[in-house]
């Protein structure tokens, strides 16, 4: 059956190519699944989180016009993404930090060593924004951050008498960062020297 224009209550119509019979039935290829959703949402909903997720404009992510990705795709947004129950549980440790991801949206995370136990949207690493990650989450015995100041003073304020660690991964990489690989600064060039063998 291929599309072939509209009944006058504007149903979609039908046409075999074969035989030239018509009907207004709904194809069994668009049916709803048992969850309700049809293929095009599921693919749309892929789109999506494919574009939401990577670096291309969203009518690169449509192949045509933007302002259509956004109809076909304006009720994405709505879908409820369930959260991590709040146990109470006390960790060891939890690792805190914030993925920026296209578009200008940072997923703030909070991790123990085994698995995700919170995350929250924002706009930016701002303090409220990590105050609303840890709200839900039991002081652990240790928090390690990368030193975004958004997150220790959040963590001074939620977490009080949990002691702060930095991340080294983040250290090494503002140390890099700060200084290149190849100082040409003479305080910087002993942070690279090779020490010397015993």
């Known amino acids: ?23 207004s039935r709904s194809r069994r290829d668009q049916a709803p699944a048992q969850d309700g959703t049809t293929p095009r949402q599921v693919e749309d909903l892929t789109t999506f989180v ?17 302002r259509a990705f956004g109809r076909r795709t304006a ?36 991790r123990s060593p085994t698995h ?4 929250q949207w924002a706009a930016s690493e701002s303090a409220a924004a990590y105050q609303a990650l840890l ?10 951050t990368d030193g975004a100041g958004g997150a220790l003073k959040a963590i001074a304020a939620t977490w009080p008498g949990t002691p702060i660690q930095r991340c080294l991964i983040h250290v090494h990489r503002d140390t890099v960062r700060d ?3 190849r100082p ?6 002993p942070y690279y020297a090779t020490p010397a063998s015993c």
């Open 75 to 110: 009720w994405c947004w709505d879908v409820p993404v369930p959260k991590p129950p709040a146990t109470g549980q006390v960790h060891s440790q939890v690792f805190i930090d914030g993925m920026w991801l296209a578009h200008k949206w940072v997923l703030l995370v909070a």
């Open 184 to 189: 040409k600064t003479t305080p910087a060039r």
């Open 1 to 23: 059956m291929i599309r072939n224009g509209s009944t006058t209550a504007r149903h979609p119509r039908w046409r075999c190519k074969d035989c030239g019979a018509w009907t």
């Open 50 to 66: 494919a574009w939401g997720t990577g670096t291309r404009s969203q009518a690169d992510a449509a192949g045509g016009s933007d």
């Open 135 to 144: 709200a839900d989450l039991a002081p652990p015995d240790l928090a390690t």
């Open 116 to 119: 995700v136990i919170g995350w």
């Open 179 to 181: 200084l290149t690989l």
